[in-house]
């Protein structure tokens, strides 16, 4: 089983910056991909960034030029750095995990528990 904590969630006025993390822990034996999905009130989670196996990165347009999406693969962490934060950014952010424990098994899909990040001034 593959376990992920977020750290680095809370409240942040207009123009500021908060970094988020998540850490993979369990069986993991390789990573297809890892991402930070939000979801704010009243609307659908949607993806925020992600980076693949192979250093591939994509963005919401929403977020592109002021977030950036790193990994650790030494330690299994993901990192979201959030610049120029917007009131429009306040949501639940959630890390995600698509691994697979051994190269016989499938991947398998895994989700943190959120955090909330609030930009308000």
């Known amino acids: 089983q593959v376990h992920l904590v977020e750290s680095g969630g809370g409240l942040v006025q207009p123009g500021g910056s908060l970094r988020l993390s998540c850490a993979a822990s369990?069986?993991?034996?390789?990573?297809?991909?890892m991402s930070w999905y939000r979801q704010a009130p009243g609307k659908e989670r949607e993806l925020v960034a992600g980076?693949?196996?192979?250093?591939?990165?994509n963005y919401a347009d929403s977020v592109k030029g002021r977030f950036t999406i790193s990994r650790d693969n030494a330690k299994n962490t993901v990192y979201l750095q959030m610049n120029s934060l917007k009131p429009e950014d306040t949501a639940v952010y959630y890390c995600?995990?698509?691994?697979?424990?051994?190269?016989?098994?499938?991947?398998?899909?895994?989700w943190g528990q959120g955090t909330q990040i609030t930009v308000s001034s």
């Open positions: 980076i693949g196996s192979d250093g591939s990165i």
């Open positions: 369990g069986t993991i034996f390789s990573i297809y991909a």
């Open positions: 995600y995990l698509k691994s697979r424990t051994t190269i016989m098994t499938p991947f398998r899909s895994y």
